[in-house]
């Protein structure tokens, strides 16, 4: 494999801005920088560019062709981007001239080459880009499955050590195409976990020796990274998309968005151009679309939400603590581009899969099935003009067309662990024996 396209430490070209009070922070060259060290309500920090013109580079592959808006401090080779295209298929069934699917996963005939079949794999690319050649502690990241596959193939090839955390029910979602680094590891959550459980575990062990949180929400390299779906769209229809359907589980995929959309405005070509986030999630889990709809900031926890996470088809979409009420979290983006969001049952979204791969010609995710099932609804409800440029983000995508092209292993746990033995065992025990059983 090529070397990596290293750049100097300390050197890098952006800083780190609070929205709350201003600030504005040199990154770390290790461990990330996720927070403001001012005292006040938390927020998410944004990467501020010393470029302010979009400009692509397609001298470096995939996601790395739009490093100027990516906090990194080395350029990745081999790296997969999104892809966006005209549609002439499914756009004309629903009536919309200027449908552009942003399509993130297998394709090879339209250049979509994630071989993780994710768009998670562009915030993984990104997020290995802010970590400096040689970093020996071992990067931590919960998921609910695309995210640690995603991980799992970034960090095995880029040589960053980690450990992924996931519940027992995401593990058939974790498999590669590739070698697994020995200093890659899984930990598996069993007994009834969920995703926000997974997050608390990972979050325990980040906080002991030898590790550090990935962040989530919170790292800036992951919302840039997705948010170059956005500039792929722009890089292929010449201009900001009217409309941005995606659907969400924490909701970092349409914070990214907006914050791209921001940034573009920074253009004079593009000072205009603002976009309205559509945001659906899978019935009967809607916390965010129920605490929007209210016109609440606040999230109010279901009773049930354990077992509702577990009743929907798009499993990866169940995050029970999303970044919803955090300054720069979905609240802010959703107010700020006058936006909506929208509830999709399980039946619509397999109709809308089908009707998908039945015009477009791939198979594509449940949570892609979700956005697209929104998209629909849009139309329907009229809030779409037929001449509107909409983005449709398919977020996932070329599974089956995948295992015909490639030979996929499924990933084996290095330690295991039951929700009951962490409770019973209490969290200092329990976080103890599951780091005795990862050396």
Known sequence: MEASVKMQ???????????????????????????????????????????????THPE??????????????????????????????????????????????????????????????????????????????????????????????????????????VPGNSLPLLWSTGASDPEVRLAVLDGGADYADAIELGNGIAATEGFYPEGGARNAARRDGMGTAVL????????????????????TGAIA??????????????????????????????????AWEAGSRTLTPAADGRRLSRSIRARVLGNRNPPYSIAGGVFDALTDTRGFMYRVTNTEARKAG????????CDIDPAAQVALASLRQAVDQG?????????????????????????????????????KALRKEGPARGLALLRAALT
């Open 354 to 361: 089908r009707l998908f791969e039945k015009l477009e010609g």
């Open 257 to 290: 968005a907006w914050e791209m959309n921001l940034r573009l405005q920074g253009d004079d070509r593009f000072a205009r151009g603002k976009m309205r986030l559509h945001l659906s999630q899978n019935a009967p889990f809607t916390p965010m679309t129920d």
């Open 60 to 165: 470096h592959t995939g996601v790395f062709r739009f490093f100027d808006w990516l906090p990194i401090r080395r350029k990745l080779p081999g790296a997969a981007g999104p892809v966006a295209f005209h549609s002439t298929a499914l756009g004309p069934f629903l009536g919309l001239e200027n449908l552009f699917i942003i399509f993130n996963g297998w394709w090879p005939e339209k250049g979509a080459l994630m071989e993780t079949c994710t768009f998670k794999e562009l915030e993984a690319q990104a997020v290995c880009g802010r970590i400096v050649d040689g970093w020996r502690s071992s990067l931590v990241v919960s998921s609910a499955g695309n995210t640690a596959r995603a991980f799992h193939d970034a960090c095995s090839r880029y040589k960053v050590p980690a450990l992924l955390v």
């Open 383 to 419: 809030r779409i003009g037929r001449g509107d440029m909409v983005a449709l983000n398919i977020t996932g995508g070329g599974h089956r067309r995948l295992r015909r092209d490639r030979r996929i292993a499924f990933l084996r746990p290095q330690a295991t662990f039951t929700l």
């Open 9 to 55: 430490a300390g050197a890098a070209d952006y800083l780190l801005e609070c929205p709350i009070c201003g600030g504005r922070y040199e990154d770390s060259p290790g461990e990330f920088l996720l927070s403001c060290p001012e005292k006040h309500p938390p927020a998410l920090l944004r990467a501020i560019y010393k470029v302010t013109k979009f400009v």
């Open 232 to 251: 792929a769209a722009v890089e292929s229809s010449g201009r900001i998309p009217d409309h941005y359907f995606q659907a969400v589980g924490s909701g």
